[in-house]
């Protein structure tokens, strides 16, 4: 027979074992549930994506929603506050269109439609955007494409049109559709850091948006305008800023603050206005665009900008060609080439 304090050791030994079990079987549960309902913000991104863009291309139609038992609901908010000096700013959208490396490009949305900025942001709404049932799996690119946005001031004046950079915005994201869910995508559109006055009185916008996914949601509620997606799990958020270029960069934003920076328009091509002005140049930047078109470099300037370039004052001429950023730097002074890049 064994002596007592065996068993006594053998007791507290299961004991302890069990307990060790218990623990971390519950830390596991917590730590799975924390992390599946993180959201991140910013440039920031919640989960793993893949940063190579889908090639843009022809896009098939999404069924219904329930018509192959999964659902998938859009929504467009905006967050326009600062701009209550205005009557109005009306955003037309042409078309949203995702895709999965399985079916290709799906457009999402029926037709165009048109978002009365100012009155969303002044209720906080979410507009919903499009409602459609799509094929189980991750896609993995959305592209945005706009019709338009018109400005409306308080003078009693006709709206006016602003110009914008890139009409499509081509964003990577990751959206989970499941078989027997519903799945959501909210497009937050920040007016308040996109819109600006030129110094000739008309508008350019610039685009900055937040792409937030999520999936197995458990209600998409809609009450007066406004659609609230509620429950489910995050999988992705990140917010991007247009250029004058029309390139997007994450987390980009020009900045607002004491005026600091200042655009015209010299025809369709965005000039943006240093600190300074622009007095000390020479050259007009019509005549640098001029110089820069008449080389053969691109056909068409999307931007122009006067800078500092190897000590010498010269205006920056941005276009593209065959897809591809091209620089072309003009003497601001003399009006001579100085370099393409």
């Known amino acids: 027979m064994k002596p007592a304090y065996v068993y006594i050791a053998i007791v507290v030994l299961l004991v302890a074992v069990f307990g060790a079990f218990i623990a971390g079987k519950h830390s596991a549960g917590t730590q799975s549930v924390m992390s599946q309902n993180v959201t991140t913000t910013g440039a920031d991104t919640t989960g793993t994506v893949s940063n190579t863009i889908a090639t843009p291309g022809a896009a098939a139609t999404a069924p219904k929603p329930g018509a192959n038992g999964m659902r998938v609901v859009f929504t467009l908010s905006d967050n326009a506050h600062s701009l209550s000096s205005l009557q109005a700013v009306t955003l037309t959208a042409s078309s949203v269109a995702v895709y999965s490396p399985t079916t290709g490009w799906v457009t999402v949305t029926p037709g165009q439609t048109t978002f009365a900025l100012l009155d969303q942001s002044k209720i906080d709404a979410a507009k919903l955007f499009a409602d459609a049932g799509l094929v189980p799996g991750t896609y993995t690119s959305l592209r945005f494409t706009i019709g338009g946005l018109t400005v409306e001031e308080k003078n009693g004046l006709p709206s006016t049109e602003a110009r914008i950079p890139s009409m499509q915005m081509l964003l990577p994201i990751s959206l989970v559709v499941a078989k027997g869910q519903t799945s959501g995508v909210a497009i937050d559109l920040n007016s308040s850091k996109s819109l600006f006055k030129t110094s000739g009185g008309s508008y ?14 458990d209600k998409v509620q809609t009450l007066g305008g406004n659609t609230v997606l509620l429950g489910g799990y995050t999988d992705f958020s990140k917010t ?22 200042q655009f015209d328009l010299v025809g369709k091509t965005i000039e943006q206005i240093p600190l300074g002005g622009i007095n000390a140049a020479s050259i007009t930047p019509q005549a640098a665009i001029s110089t820069a078109l008449q080389g053969g470099h691109f056909t068409a300037a999307a931007s122009i900008q006067l800078l500092t370039r190897q000590n010498v004052l010269v205006w920056e001429v941005d276009g593209f060609k065959s897809g591809t950023l091209v620089q072309a730097y003009i003497d601001a002074k003399t009006g001579k080439l100085v370099a393409v890049e």
């Open 204 to 217: 350019v916008y610039f685009p900055v948006v937040t792409v937030t996914t999520h999936h197995r949601l």
């Open 240 to 261: 991007w800023g247009m250029d004058a270029n029309g390139l997007l960069t994450a987390g980009f934003s020009y900045p607002m603050y004491l005026n600091t920076t």
